[in-house]
């Protein structure tokens, strides 16, 4: 029993740890993004399909997307970790 707790318990940390991976969609979802925007209609922010249409091939838009929102030029900032902001962004460049 003891064996099967600290298991649990160290899977558990792994899970909340920063590092832990997560979708680009389960930030969006954790972090309220879609609070503001929609994949596909304009909220308070823009559709992500119109922010990935306005990226689509510009070299180092990922990085000037997630520099945005972490330092919140033109966006609020985000609490997030650098490997969320980035799966976050990903997604969203990712939408049709």
Do not use: W
């Amino acid at each position: 029993m003891r064996v099967s707790l600290f298991v649990l318990a160290a899977v558990g940390v792994l899970a909340a740890s920063p590092g832990y991976a997560q979708s680009g969609a389960d930030v969006l979802k954790a972090k309220g993004c879609l609070n503001c925007h929609d994949m596909d209609k304009k909220k308070v922010g823009p559709a992500y399909k119109d922010v990935a249409a306005k990226y689509k091939g510009k070299q180092g838009a990922e990085a000037e997307l997630v520099a945005k929102i972490k330092e919140g030029k033109g966006h609020p900032k985000v609490a997030a970790s650098d490997a969320e902001l980035k799966a976050a962004v990903r997604h969203v460049l990712t939408t049709k």
